[in-house]
């Protein structure tokens, strides 16, 4: 076989036993184990290239550095000895690292149908015929076998993906797309006015939370009551003294029942008393208590249907597990079906990034460009929708590294919706990721100060511990991902975080607890995978935490 140039093309076969054939399928494999070896090790790293010294590591890590240096001169020449003259230039060396010319070498794993290799009663183990009695390298093959065995498992069609499948099309059947019927939110006149501005600040606030609610959930604002599939809404703001307090009462369609109330004391010192953190922040809890209540009364048209899919959607996807993270695509794919809302498409793209954040083994690349498409369609459907700038805008930050477009995605979320928590979370991400570190962290910590109780709390922990570990704030980005792990005990990425963080504030027994946490979560795990430009590391390798290693542990 040979590439458009007419050279070479050398396939290397690491499912089963390790083959390596030449171009006209003659057979180059080298005898001895350890050239195997060392080969295997660059075909499955994505960059086809390893530093010398982490090859000695992993091959001849009981030897010192002079001896393991030789042993891999010796076994390099082994290898351009099996290649012969022809394929010799598919290995390339030099100082710095050792490596497989990209444009010459194919590998199985990545050519493969592996959804054919799942639906085998047994199928076939990576790198079968490699026994190296070196620790480290048993580590690394352990974790190289376990990855590929969960990635098959992953392609494996079971009956409770099919049981799934049905239930969700028993329970929501599909009908011609309907916008009539949202749940709605009327709005009420405050009962108690004592100054025209008090009036003017309760239809302020008011809008806040009916405008909060249309980006997020896609509901109707309605002036009247025609059925009982919605809420009513009063705000009260009354002045008392040098203060402003500010009620805010949800109640049922018919009248009858209140559903629920909070309120906020404001000094009338404060510059913009409509931009004070209590206020917004009460605004955000309304709007996820009023999508909760909004939620229970159950669809009763299509679009009705949708929003009750797409709420559910939301609080799985936050559940971080695979088996909810695939639940909710489905639930907000039928949703769009049945009322075309770009936000449902914007979830949709966010529902990605736990594919990539956490590591799940998947069709890496079908999840990149599945992402940036929903984005892109969110955006060109409604452009001025706080929620969809927000969500795409850490689409394009997490999973497309376009840092610059994020912050400008994220900046007009905050101008259409100041107190959007999420869009000053994301907007703290990209000035973190532009240089902006400071800036970055103070972000962070407002969007923790606005959010309300939603199921991604967990998330704005986590952010503001990124932000924190890359201005060099090490103590506070511990103790924000230790409450993003008591928020969410299964998410990875904090725990990530703590281990080289513990092992830089000198907490090695801490270090040690987090590093056998994460392996029963994740058993692939190492600090030396946190350093492969693929793994979703990229704050803490931009924070210089890398130079730790399992053995610190």
Same mark, same amino acid.
């Given at each position: 076989?040979?590439?458009?140039?007419?050279?070479?093309?050398?396939?290397?076969?690491?499912?089963?036993?390790?083959?390596?054939?030449?171009?006209?399928?003659?057979?180059?494999?080298?005898?001895?184990?350890?050239?195997?070896?060392?080969?295997?090790?660059?075909?499955?790293?994505?960059?086809?290239?390893?530093?010398?010294?982490?090859?000695?590591?992993?091959?001849?890590?009981?030897?010192?550095?002079?001896?393991?240096?030789?042993?891999?001169?010796?076994?390099?020449?082994?290898?351009?000895?099996?290649?012969?003259?022809?394929?010799?230039?598919?290995?390339?060396?030099?100082?710095?690292?050792?490596?497989?010319?990209?444009?010459?070498?194919?590998?199985?794993?990545?050519?493969?149908?592996?959804?054919?290799?799942?639906?085998?009663?047994?199928?076939?183990?990576?790198?079968?015929?490699?026994?190296?009695?070196?620790?480290?390298?048993?580590?690394?093959?352990?974790?190289?076998?376990?990855?590929?065995?969960?990635?098959?498992?992953?392609?494996?069609?079971?009956?409770?993906?099919?049981?799934?499948?049905?239930?969700?099309?028993?329970?929501?059947?599909?009908?011609?797309?309907?916008?009539?019927?949202?749940?709605?939110?009327?709005?009420?006149?405050?009962?108690?006015?004592?100054?025209?501005?008090?009036?003017?600040?309760?239809?302020?606030?008011?809008?806040?939370?009916?405008?909060?609610?249309?980006?997020?959930?896609?509901?109707?604002?309605?002036?009247?009551?025609?059925?009982?599939?919605?809420?009513?809404?009063?705000?009260?703001?009354?002045?008392?003294?040098?203060?402003?307090?500010?009620?805010?009462?949800?109640?049922?369609?018919?009248?009858?029942?209140?559903?629920?109330?909070?309120?906020?004391?404001?000094?009338?010192?404060?510059?913009?008393?409509?931009?004070?953190?209590?206020?917004?922040?009460?605004?955000?809890?309304?709007?996820?208590?009023?999508?909760?209540?909004?939620?229970?009364?159950?669809?009763?048209?299509?679009?009705?249907?949708?929003?009750?899919?797409?709420?559910?959607?939301?609080?799985?996807?936050?559940?971080?597990?695979?088996?909810?993270?695939?639940?909710?695509?489905?639930?907000?794919?039928?949703?769009?079906?049945?009322?075309?809302?770009?936000?449902?498409?914007?979830?949709?793209?966010?529902?990605?990034?736990?594919?990539?954040?956490?590591?799940?083994?998947?069709?890496?690349?079908?999840?990149?460009?599945?992402?940036?498409?929903?984005?892109?369609?969110?955006?060109?459907?409604?452009?001025?929708?706080?929620?969809?700038?927000?969500?795409?805008?850490?689409?394009?930050?997490?999973?497309?590294?376009?840092? =610059?477009?994020?912050?400008?995605?994220?900046?007009?979320?905050?101008?259409?919706?100041?107190?959007?928590?999420?869009?000053?979370?994301?907007?703290?991400?990209?000035?973190?990721?532009?240089?902006?570190?400071?800036?970055?962290?103070?972000?962070?910590?407002?969007?923790?100060?606005?959010?309300?109780?939603?199921?991604?709390?967990?998330?704005?922990?986590?952010?503001?511990?990124?932000?924190?570990?890359?201005?060099?704030?090490?103590?506070?980005?511990?103790?924000?991902?230790?409450?993003?792990?008591?928020?969410?005990?299964?998410?990875?990425?904090?725990?990530?975080?703590?281990?080289?963080?513990?092992?830089?504030?000198?907490?090695?027994?801490?270090?040690?607890?987090?590093? =056998?946490?994460?392996?029963?979560?994740?058993?692939?795990?190492?600090?030396?995978?946190?350093?492969?430009?693929?793994?979703?590391?990229?704050?803490?390798?931009?924070?210089?935490?890398?130079?730790?290693?399992?053995?610190?542990?």
């Amino acid at each position: 076989m040979e590439d458009e140039g007419g050279r070479p093309e050398l396939r290397i076969f690491v499912i089963g036993a390790v083959r390596i054939l030449g171009p006209d399928g003659e057979d180059l494999t080298p005898r001895g184990r350890k050239a195997r070896a060392l080969l295997a090790i660059l075909a499955l790293t994505p960059t086809r290239r390893r530093s010398r010294a982490a090859l000695q590591d992993k091959l001849w890590s009981d030897r010192g550095p002079d001896q393991g240096a030789a042993s891999l001169r010796q076994t390099l020449t082994e290898i351009r000895r099996a290649f012969g003259d022809h394929c010799r230039d598919c290995l390339v060396t030099d100082l710095r690292g050792i490596g497989l010319a990209p444009e010459r070498v194919t590998v199985d794993i990545e050519t493969t149908d592996l959804c054919e290799l799942a639906r085998a009663v047994e199928p076939p183990r990576l790198l079968d015929d490699i026994d190296i009695p070196d620790e480290e390298f048993e580590d690394w093959l352990r974790q190289q076998r376990t990855a590929f065995e969960q990635r098959l498992i992953s392609l494996r069609p079971t009956a409770i993906d099919r049981k799934s499948e049905l239930e969700l099309a028993l329970a929501f059947p599909a009908r011609p797309p309907n916008a009539a019927g949202r749940p709605w939110l009327r709005v009420l006149a405050p009962l108690i006015v004592n100054t025209e501005g008090g009036l003017l600040f309760s239809r302020l606030v008011a809008d806040r939370i009916a405008q909060g609610l249309v980006d997020q959930w896609a509901i109707d604002v309605r002036d009247d009551r025609q059925d009982l599939q919605g809420i009513q809404l009063r705000v009260e703001a009354t002045s008392i003294g040098r203060d402003i307090v500010v009620n805010v009462g949800l109640r049922s369609a018919d009248d009858t029942t209140q559903l629920w109330s909070g309120s906020t004391t404001i000094p009338l010192g404060y510059s913009f008393v409509s931009e004070a953190p209590p206020l917004q922040a009460l605004i955000n809890q309304t709007i996820v208590i009023a999508g909760s209540y909004l939620s229970r009364l159950g669809p009763s048209s299509d679009a009705s249907r949708a929003f009750v899919m797409a709420f559910d959607a939301t609080q799985r996807m936050f559940n971080i597990d695979l088996d909810n993270v695939n639940r909710a695509d489905v639930l907000l794919r039928n949703a769009y079906e049945l009322d075309s809302k770009a936000v449902y498409l914007a979830w949709r793209a966010y529902d990605r990034i736990f594919y990539v954040g956490e590591h799940i083994h998947t069709d890496r690349r079908l999840v990149v460009d599945e992402a940036k498409e929903l984005a892109r369609r969110a955006l060109e459907a409604d452009p001025h929708n706080a929620t969809v700038l927000a969500l795409t805008s850490y689409v394009y930050s997490f999973i497309l590294h376009e840092f =610059e477009l994020a912050h400008e995605l994220a900046t007009a979320s905050i101008a259409c919706n100041p107190a959007h928590s999420l869009g000053h979370a994301f907007l703290g991400r990209a000035k973190a990721y532009l240089g902006d570190y400071d800036g970055g962290y103070r972000e962070s910590l407002r969007s923790l100060e606005l959010s309300g109780q939603g199921p991604y709390r967990f998330m704005l922990h986590a952010l503001s511990g990124s932000a924190a570990l890359l201005s060099g704030r090490f103590e506070e980005a511990a103790r924000a991902s230790e409450m993003a792990c008591a928020l969410a005990p299964t998410y990875r990425h904090s725990r990530r975080t703590l281990i080289p963080l513990y092992l830089k504030l000198g907490r090695r027994e801490q270090a040690r607890n987090a590093f =056998e946490q994460l392996r029963r979560l994740e058993p692939t795990f190492s600090l030396d995978a946190l350093r492969e430009t693929s793994y979703p590391s990229a704050g803490i390798r931009a924070s210089g935490l890398l130079s730790f290693r399992d053995r610190d542990l």
